[in-house]
């Protein structure tokens, strides 16, 4: 790292206290760069062991890292905390202004701790941190909280407003955090740790200045990305259909998760397809700072009150592939407008799209299965197909008037082990599946991957391009899936937006790295990959993981894989190996 | 030629302009970019690219107490550094609020129409003009 660097800067916040100070941590971003690796660091100087997801103890960390504001794609946040929906580690990844607002106002991180007694906001530009009294806000929706805060504080376009809906204050447990009103620190229930604190939002205002060690060699790295940020073929169908794009190539292969996976093919794939929502309703483009890419997909949908005629409201709703899939496909839905109706809602709660399509898709099977009647679901009929009871099943869940809301809300594991239907309760380590049924690569994937995500280790990847040559045996496919997870740890520290990862390989982060005081081989860079992974497993069997006793829903083996077919035994063997290989290095 | 912001719709509000402005001076980050692009009231309403348009009888020069504002032949003011003394009156006189400040050396940041940021601009929302040409945009 470079002398005077900012990125050394740690702003630690009491909210119990109402007192901030800016520590300098030169070691940690040194050793651990910065985003995943640094935050896991914090986390586990400032988690202490056992504690309540939802207790003061529990301590957010935000993290960027040294390519922040400095090169094009590094552009997102990496939130760590203890995750109140899976009670181990909670890790999301965040793009919008957030990252260059916090690397620009001077930090490498911010720590959040305590807990407030009454509703606050926090305002943090530069070395100054407010904490303001939220409780006319606290109630609002996701949206116009945002707007509120936007219209009070300065700093308009060097900002980011991080802020929860009603789904965080009532502590539903895959609550999200939304900046920039279309993107999230979606996945893991960052929002309820925000409504346990009684901490509304966030707003951070950056314009500072970082340094670079060779201004000329600088400026021509920058335009080598740059160019092919926005010239090269895989960045192309992020910034044409967005993620979106996924939704015909999945269903072709039959791994297109419909009906709460009990098919991987859905017939009206069509309506839900990136195409469809390009030709009929895109109705803008956004980036995150410093991203020519634009993948950030609109939708403008047009609705007429029914009770006034001449009266029609326009809303803005963004799509990608993971909500597409879990409040599309996943519940039957195959037409576009009853897809962003659900999704809006879904938005102004602020609850994680994929947990909540996932719930429901299960919560539908359970009842067609007569497990659950319209006592429980407080007269919702859940239909495939039918976005009308889903959109009154989120705000119960939100508001959470009987036992059954209330297990939903705390996801869908929780309701699979009291009300049964578990081996269609679509969850691993207690977070709801992603959205690709494409062999055992992508389960395995969810299964291992510390966040149990797709964004671990990209398994659906394995399926498509490496499944469909050549059977695979368990031992190699878990090898392959570290592999890719522990470079993902590379890319999450820097840090790096992953859809860039065909740009940012090994040799352009070492001479990237490089100009930001950092002179590593690519040995070095790998190898801090592969500590970082450990260090979350670590934390993660500390906090009580241990991988022997997860569950893997019974769906997944019964419902064909498109590509080799693969049972529990295999899946075992896996695991057996995971462990092996992760005994090694703990 | 002069710098003008030719189609503001299409802007998806990535900022790599104000990152180029910063860079061509010798800064990365955005501290020192005479362009900004915000949001006009959310990301859902689309973004306002902000920056000098050469207007033909500039009021900042106009209202610059100490003539520190050099009107140029091409189109927009040049800053003359050592006559500024910091007032402000020019950046109260742009009425589309084009006139930046450096905090630090208390003085103006004002776009020379050079056309780095046009570069990086990847969907066309920044071009160069004639002078005189009728803006297509804001």
Redesign the interface.
Known sequence: MLAHDPLMKVLYVDLSRRTFEIRHRPELFESYLGGVGAGIKLLEEECPAGCDPLGADNPIVFAVGPLT??F?LASKTVAVFKSPHTGNLGESHCGGRSA?AIR?AGYGAIVIRGKSEMPVYLSIEGDKVTFRDASSIWGLRM?ST??VI?EREKG???RTIMRIGRAGERLVSYASVAT???RHFGRLGLGAVFGSKKLKAIVITG??????SN?KE??AL?DEI?DQA?SSPVMKKYHDLGTAENVIPLQRFGGLPTRNLLEARFEHAEGISGENFAEHYLG???????????C?H?AALREPYEDEPYFYKTS?ISYDYEPIFALGSMLGIGDAAGFLRLMDRVEAWGMDAMSTGVILAWATEAQEKGLISERETLGLRFTWGDPLPYIEACRLIVEQPNDFYRTLAHGVEEAGRIYGNLEGALAYGKNEMPGYHTGPGSHLGYLIGLRHSHLDSAGYSVDQKTLTERKVEPEELVEMLIAEEEWRQVLSSLVVCFFARGIYLPEIVKRSLALCGYVWDEGAIKGIGREVYREKYRFKVREGFDIERERLPGRIFTTPSPVQSFDEIYMRRAVKHWREVMGRGV | MRLAVLETEKC?????CM?AC??RQ???????SCI????I??????FTVIVCRACEDPPCAKVCPTRALEVRKEGGVKLLMDRCIGCGYCRDACLIGAIQWDTYLNKPMICIHCGYCVK?C??GVLGMQKKGATYAGT
Not at chain 2, 26 to 32: A, E, L, M, Q, R
């Open positions: 504001a400095l094009p260059v620009l949206d945002g707007r936007r308009a376009g060097f920039e009103t279309y314009r500072g200045e970082v340094p670079v201004l600088y400026r920058y740059y926005v803008r483009r956004l980036a995150c700072s410093h991203c020519p890419v634009g950030i609109i803005m | 998806v509000g990535c900022q790599s990152f910063a860079r010798g800064g990365v980050g955005v501290s020192k900004a692009v915000r949001s009231g959310g990301m859902e309403r689309g990086y990847p969907h």
